[in-house]
């Protein structure tokens, strides 16, 4: 089963009075376990894709899938449950709790979750933030890290639920490029390690070379799906 | 617990807003407990004293009156209520009663003389059974002479005046009086005579409480008083056979008036079996209870036994003294109200910028999982964590305010002492309902002010952990 189908999905909005046409029918498919970019310029419809298939934004037309389900005629409270269950997200601004710390901000998403004791959550938490690298900065708050750990943080809180999907927003935009390089090898290395569909967004062509798929947005339309190997 | 532990620290992450806020929270508990405590013992006070010194706690008066028995109603007095013994016997086999007084209210002259000329000063007074007056109301200490005699020594008629209405005298008329002097009173009868009567003053007294209405306020032993309003008449079981038929006959026909003119013992009326009768001229009747809460129960026993009485529980009957707490309760009640409104404004307002600068991370926890209600308890859980300590510190604070006043009571300033609680420092009671009542109202007012910022950040969609659009 696919992870992800939009099918002739379009979305506009109004940007004051001006009519924004941010996907102009856009069908795609991704499989479960790929590790694939978005790419395309600023404006180009990367942001709504994942928006769509982060299900917090719906389209205008067309429908979209996610393993199987059709979201977008969900409620509010039953996306919210889906998107807890069923998606990881990892923001181009990191959005890490200012007043929690590095282990309070990975285990948040299992607190709202709320199906797993105490012991499973430590258990759980303490795996992923090693496998970020973080296990010596356990009680930092997001002001006392780096950009580069930080992204960190947000992969491991991403990833605690054990999603389905991860979605990244330009996980790399506020970052330098070395470490940029250091977060994809990261992700890629988890995808492969965890299976995890990661689907991210950038238009730096240096991050794309990490991808196994490249899809390539302009103008709200695919311009190109290319697979690697 | 991760909400609580989010929304403490997002207070503390925040410490001069969320400071400002606690205070202006902390003020308005403080005055709330505080006011209230101070209206709720001065309301107590006020009744007590109102029930001790000048009403007990109901006045009985004539149903025939039009007006309500008041403290100042001398000019107008109320009907005389006749069968005052029948009354009084009737009150003091029931249960709940203490203590009954029956007085009148009345205005005449004292004639004295200055340089060999009368002069006739004005004098308003209670008439009294001295002594049953003096066991229910403590509310004159004497000066010089003493109660009519009620405390030790034989019982004496006469006035009684107050050592201001003396001094009153002396500065308009020129006249000082002195216990032991003899005066004339001078009345003015329903039948339009003016009645004098020798007497004696028999003492100068100064009020302990309410002395802005005592000090003008004199006292008559009901004798003289009846003596000089002519409260007079002849006693019924006295009136001949003859008479009594013969009124009897003149209620009825004509005829039968006629038929009296044949009756030879009606025309031979013996006037020597007739016996004088003092009236009372009583218009109230005090009554005081072993329990305050037993007046509805006994005005609707006097009612039930027809008696041709009216009551007027104790706030009535006390002019506008009891209105005063009344108002100043009021009033701290309203004042409250209008500080937390603006408390309330002020912290929907802090609320909503809070929201504003923490739209993304509002975002991020929608995008995350979060739901509406997740975000609800977050906020709530920041403004209760906020108020209510700062509330509970208030209420400590109040505690120790109420408790530094002491035994020795609040110092008032002396005139709204006697318009309060008849004078003196007011006594602070300790209550748990002010404490209660604040909490409460802090918690609704905290909850009320959260909603529309609730509203506002449960609208927050988790695009805008993206980056708003």
Known sequence: MNAVELIEARKSYMLGETRVEALRGV???????????????????????????????????????????????????????????KLGFIFQSFNLIPVLNVYENIEFPLLLQNHLSRQEREKTVMHFIEEVGLADRLKNKPNELSGGQRQRVAIARALVT??????????????????????????????????????????????????????????GLVTGDKAKG | MVTLKIALRSLLRRKSRALTIGVLVAFGTLLLVFG???????????????IDNFTGDLILYSERSKEKPSPFAFNTPLPVIPEVETIRAFLQELPQVEAVVPFAQNYALLQAQKDGQAVELPFIFYAIEPAGYRDIFRNVEMRQGDFFGVEGGAPRQGIL???????????NYGVTLAAGQQVTVLSLTEGGSVN??????????????????????????????ASLYNFTGVAADSLPESLTRGLEASAGDEEAIFDLAED??????????????????????????????????????????????????????????ARISSGLQAFIILATGLIFL??????????????????????????????????????????LLLNIPFSLAAMLLSLLAVLATGAGGLPLPETISQYLIGGGPLALRLAAAPFLEA?????????????????????ISPLAAMGER
């Open chain 1, 162 to 219: 054990r999603p389905l999907i991860v979605l990244a927003d330009e996980p790399t935009a506020n970052l330098d490029s070395e470490t940029g390089h250091r977060i994809v090898d990261l992700m890629r290395a988890i995808n492969e390690q965890e299976k995890t569909t990661f689907i991210f967004s950038t238009h730096d062509e240096h991050i794309m070379e990490h991808a196994r798929r490249i899809i390539s947005l302009r103008d």
């Open chain 2, 439 to 459: 909490l409460g109202i802090v918690i609704a007012v905290s909850i009320v002010a959260t909603l529309y910022p609730i509203r506002v950040a449960t609208g």
């Open chain 2, 264 to 321: 030879e013992d009606f025309g031979r009326l013996d006037l020597s079996s007739l016996r004088s009768e003092t009236l009372s001229g009583y218009t109230m009747i005090a009554v005081r209870l072993a329990d305050h809460g037993a007046v509805d129960e006994v005005i609707a026993r006097v009612t039930a036994a027809g008696l041709g009485l009216k009551a007027a529980r104790w706030d009535e009957a006390s002019g506008f003294f």
């Open chain 1, 27 to 85: 069908s795609l498919r991704i499989e479960k376990g790929e590790f694939l970019a978005i790419a395309g310029p600023s404006g180009a419809g990367k942001s709504t894709i994942l928006n769509l298939i982060g299900c917090i934004d719906t389209p205008t037309e067309g429908r979209v899938l996610i393993d199987g389900t059709e979201v977008e005629h969900l409620s509010d409270t039953e996306l919210t449950r889906y998107r807890r269950r």
């Open chain 2, 196 to 225: 004098a009567l020798r007497s004696e003053l028999v003492g100068l007294f100064e009020p302990r409480y309410f002395k802005n209405v005592f000090n003008y306020i004199n006292f008559v032993d009901m004798e003289s008083y």
């Open chain 2, 161 to 171: 005046i107050s050592e201001y209405q003396n001094q009153q005298y002396q500065k």
């Open chain 2, 342 to 383: 603006i408390v309330a404004f002020i912290f929907m307002n802090t609320l909503i910028i809070n929201i504003v600068e923490r739209t993304s991370e509002i975002g991020t926890m929608r995008a995350l999982g979060g739901e509406k209600r997740f975000i609800r308890g977050l906020f709530l859980a920041e403004t």
């Open chain 2, 36 to 50: 209230q405590t101070f209206t709720r013992s001065a309301g107590i006070a006020s009744r007590e004293s109102i």
